[in-house]
T-cell receptor, first 115, second 116 residues
Framework: AQKVTQAQTEISVVEKEDVTLDCVYETRDTTYYLFWYKQPPSGELVFLIRRNSFDEQNEISGRYSWNFQKSTSSFNFTITASQVVDSAVYFCALSEGGGANNLFFGTGTRLTVIP | ETGVTQSPTHLIKTRGQQVTLRCSSQSGHNTVSWYQQALGQGPQFIFQYYREEENGRGNFPPRFSGLQFPNYSSELNVNALELDDSALYLC???????????????FGDGTRLSIL
């Protein structure tokens, strides 16, 4: 069975602080994909990154970086020098290879960046 | 490039009624997925359509049904509405839902459905 756990329900940081959002996943498949989405108050889910299970390279995109570790089944997301516009709910999601590429989402982490 | 659009934005219904939600996929995308997001929860997969055929279904009863049209737009129909159906319904489109290189799904703004 597949499962995504985001243990941090809410996080508050002061602007310019760094923050890491944790994601732990479970799957029996050897081929799978991991995603992060951002959901601002408007409701739309904004795609941030996709990682497949064979690519453990960390990735950096501007102030965002992702740390994928298969050994601990984790796919953590770090925002460096946070800004007020980063305030949103962030979802980690898993998609298994084969069949429909539907997403299994975690329960999300609400990030509030205080000016 | 046109993104995913959903209509209506908000809808209020009463128990027992039926509702149809609509979604236009992003240009070039042939796969549409529907998700239900209850307040404070992550989205839950309802079903997916690929080239007008249902390509996977989550744990939702048969009163949740769907269609995909030749232009890849889609409808979600819910019959016999219940109070627990109150949620944000999200549509997402992607390229190729056949289990290949799982492409990112791009979401619309959603339809907020309230059941009284």
């Amino acid at each position: 069975a597949q499962k995504v756990t985001q243990a941090q329900t809410e996080i508050s940081v002061v602007e310019k602080e760094d923050v890491t959002l944790d994601c732990v996943y479970e799957t029996r498949d050897t081929t799978y994909y991991l995603f992060w989405y951002k959901q601002p108050p408007s409701g739309e889910l904004v795609f941030l990154i996709r990682r497949n299970s064979f690519d453990e390279q960390n990735e950096i995109s501007g102030r965002y970086s992702w740390n994928f570790q298969k050994s601990t089944s984790s796919f953590n997301f770090t925002i460096t020098a946070s800004q007020v516009v980063d305030s949103a709910v962030y979802f980690c999601a898993l998609s298994e290879g084969g069949g429909a590429n539907n997403l299994f989402f975690g329960t999300g982490t609400r990030l509030t960046v205080i000016p | 490039e046109t993104g995913v659009t959903q209509s209506p934005t908000h809808l209020i219904k009463t128990r027992g009624q039926q509702v149809t939600l609509r979604c236009s996929s992003q240009s070039g995308h042939n796969t549409v997925s529907w998700y239900q997001q209850a307040l404070g929860q992550g989205p839950q997969f309802i079903f997916q359509y690929y080239r007008e055929e249902e390509n996977g279904r989550g744990n939702f009863p048969p009163r949740f049904s769907g269609l995909q049209f030749p232009n890849y737009s889609s409808e979600l129909n819910v019959n016999a509405l219940e109070l627990d159906d109150s949620a944000l319904y999200l549509c997402a489109s992607s390229l190729d839902g056949t289990g290949g290189d799982n492409q990112p799904q791009h979401f619309g703004d959603g339809t907020r459905l309230s059941i009284l």
